[in-house]
């Protein structure tokens, strides 16, 4: 009797190990074969004139340059409003306001259900608060009614998915300030510093590494998302590069979504699209990829200390 | 720092008096047209601080009961007791570092030099910069030896790189440390050991020519020799300055330190020369203690 129970408990540990083992192997089956698929269809894409040329013939043919260049303005406007709004909210968080506070607690939970919004609706706040209430205000009472920020734009577009972003900046940089041992902001205001010098000589410093992590997360989130700029400034087609902040631009992703879907001839676009998506897909690797080095560099170099 | 709106004041008789009082109070030591000799000497039986019937709580928890306590001017008073007996938190509020731990409220008075450091619009980086501080666990900035000790001169606003450099120097020659580490100044002060580590802390406490230092337990993780070292040190620094020690070994209460105040639950038991307390302690429970029957 006692061995058969064992026996059974046996059973059911191998069954219990075999199952994660399948789960796990499904998923790597997934990877490999979305990887794959990308890979396979969209490599021979790959070539000098694919990267600088604009699309042509009705996106059948040419490049996707113009699609690169929208994606990074984008993104890079979002970091430069969502990085030094995201840090200073982080800071007020973990160091200016009461550990317990009930504004603390309130905005944190604020923060938290922000980040699982659906970014669908970022497009339709984008649409109706920067684009008609601040693009239009500036519009009416400004340029006395000409149109020239009421519409889409690269500029909303970006605020848009800053705002989308802003909670990742806020918790990894919260999370590096929590890092931050109380010992060194005890010992620097012993010294006569004040909470703003321990803050930018001492807490800062300690946190770049996190902060940065938590920046670059963002931008790989942000380049990655198209229903926020569908509304607030992506372009179908345009046959110039945005110059100006309330110029529309192209994007890799909003390119995928229309080749796919709004293209008057999909067969002949497929090549294009696997090519494009595959672009896409290396640029967020190369992105991850960076925010690993640059903060794995940053670690070694404060244990080398300056 | 928030302004400390949660202390209650008792007699906070100058209430008015603005920021600059400390300010003041510290460049006038020097020209009160006495040599400095006749300075140093009178010092020694000046009263630097006193504390005048502090209670303070964490929350509501009662965690010094109406210590009365005067510190002399060049001497080094320890502070002993077992843990938890209130010693650290005493001198935490001798700096006012309590301040940043979230309720916590102070009654009574702490004065500096006469002037009480609980009043309102007491500049408190002022009032560090005229007490500093060694911590238990030494705890060098992750920066270069250099930059640790110029740190609080820094942001004190010295810009000279000259000026830094001279002080700097002294400060490292000061803590005996300055012989060791004179040709690696740049380097990280995370790789020296842990007596020297405490020793850069030491140095980076001198560097902004404190009045009063305090200590809590600088040399409690520390190997013997390092604790000699520092012991040693401590003897040195007792000329130039005014010293308060938390220990937790008797030996070294009573190899270091001229006064002795035994803290006990809160309260201080006793509170008189060291040679007193140790050979011919009045209270029954500091002759337990300090005989070793407890704590």
């Given at each position: 009797?006692?061995?058969?129970?064992?026996?059974?408990?046996?059973?059911?540990?191998?069954?219990?190990?075999?199952?994660?083992?399948?789960?796990?192997?499904?998923?790597?089956?997934?990877?490999?074969?979305?990887?794959?698929?990308?890979?396979?269809?969209?490599?021979?894409?790959?070539?000098?004139?694919?990267?600088?040329?604009?699309?042509?013939?009705?996106?059948?043919?040419?490049?996707?340059?113009?699609?690169?260049?929208?994606?990074?303005?984008?993104?890079?406007?979002?970091?430069?409003?969502?990085?030094?709004?995201?840090?200073?909210?982080?800071?007020?968080?973990?160091?200016?306001?009461?550990?317990?506070?009930?504004?603390?607690?309130?905005?944190?939970?604020?923060?938290?259900?922000?980040?699982?919004?659906?970014?669908?609706?970022?497009?339709?706040?984008?649409?109706?608060?920067?684009?008609?209430?601040?693009?239009?205000?500036?519009?009416?009472?400004?340029?006395?009614?000409?149109?020239?920020?009421?519409?889409?734009?690269?500029?909303?577009?970006?605020?848009?998915?800053?705002?989308?972003?802003?909670?990742?900046?806020?918790?990894?940089?919260?999370?590096?300030?929590?890092?931050?041992?109380?010992?060194?902001?005890?010992?620097?205001?012993?010294?006569?510093g004040t909470k703003w010098q321990t803050i930018r000589k001492i807490v800062l410093p300690h946190s770049v590494p996190g902060i940065l992590t938590g920046s670059i997360l963002a931008v790989s989130r942000g380049a990655g998302e198209v229903a926020p700029i569908m509304f607030t400034g992506a372009a179908y087609f345009l046959p110039y590069l945005p110059t100006k902040l309330n110029d529309q631009f192209m994007e890799l992703g909003y390119h995928i979504f229309v080749m796919s879907t709004q293209s008057p001839d999909i067969e002949g676009t497929k090549p294009i699209l696997y090519g494009t998506v595959l672009v896409l897909l290396i640029l967020t690797f190369v992105l991850n990829l960076l925010a690993i080095l640059i903060r794995s560099r940053i670690r070694m170099a404060q244990r080398r200390a300056r | 720092m928030k302004p400390a709106k949660d202390k209650v004041m008792s007699t906070a008789e100058d209430e008015k008096e603005s920021t600059d009082m400390l300010e003041e109070q510290r460049s006038s030591g020097e020209k009160t047209g006495m040599p400095p000799t006749a300075e140093k000497n009178r010092g020694s039986d000046r009263t630097k601080m006193s504390v005048e019937h502090l209670n303070f709580y964490y929350g509501e928890t009662l965690a010094l009961k109406d210590v009365n306590l005067s510190i002399r001017e060049n001497h080094i008073t320890g502070l002993i007791g077992p843990s938890g007996c209130g010693k650290s938190t005493f001198l935490r509020t001798l700096n006012r570092m309590n301040d940043i731990i979230p309720r916590t409220r102070l009654e009574g008075r702490v004065l500096l030099d006469g002037t009480d450091i609980y009043q309102q619009n007491i500049d408190l980086s002022v009032l560090r910069r005229r007490v500093g501080m060694v911590f238990q666990k030494s705890n060098p900035f992750p920066k270069s030896i250099f930059e640790n000790v110029a740190y609080g001169l820094k942001v004190g606003g010295l810009r000279d790189r000259t000026a830094l450099e001279e002080k700097v120097e002294k400060a490292l020659k000061d803590a005996a440390l300055w012989d060791e580490v004179r040709d690696k100044l740049h380097t990280s002060a995370l790789q020296l050991s842990g007596g020297q580590q405490q020793r850069v802390c030491i140095a980076r406490a001198l560097a902004i020519q404190p009045e009063v230092i305090l200590m809590d337990e600088p040399a409690s993780a520390l190997d013997p020799i390092s604790t000699a070292k520092i012991e040693e040190l401590i003897q040195d620094l007792k000329k130039d300055y005014t010293i308060v020690i938390v220990t937790h070994n008797m030996q070294q209460a009573a190899r270091a330190s001229d006064y002795t105040a035994f803290f006990l639950l809160g309260e201080v038991v006793e509170f008189d020369e060291t040679s007193n307390i140790f050979t011919n302690p009045k209270d029954k429970r500091t002759e337990d203690y300090v005989t070793g029957r407890f704590g």
């Open positions: 009797m006692m061995q058969m129970a064992r026996g059974a408990i046996h059973i059911k540990g191998f069954v219990f190990k075999g199952l994660t083992i399948a789960a796990t192997a499904v998923i790597v089956a997934m990877l490999v074969l979305v990887v794959g698929n990308i890979v396979l269809n969209g490599h021979q894409q790959l070539s000098w004139g694919f990267f600088v040329k604009a699309p042509e013939m009705g996106m059948t043919a040419g490049g996707i340059f113009p699609a690169i260049f929208g994606t990074v303005a984008l993104v890079l406007l979002m970091t430069i409003a969502v990085v030094p709004l995201g840090v200073l909210t982080a800071v007020y968080l973990h160091e200016y306001a009461k550990p317990d506070s009930r504004v603390a607690r309130l905005i944190r939970v604020a923060v938290g259900n922000l980040a699982g919004v659906p970014s669908i609706v970022f497009g339709l706040f984008g649409l109706g608060f920067f684009i008609h209430f601040i693009g239009g205000g500036i519009d009416k009472f400004l340029l006395g009614g000409e149109v020239a920020w009421g519409q889409p734009a690269i500029i909303w577009a970006s605020l848009t998915l800053a705002v989308l972003t802003l909670p990742v900046v806020i918790v990894s940089t919260e999370e590096a300030l929590r890092a931050v041992p109380d010992d060194y902001r005890e010992a620097s205001l012993a010294l006569g | -």
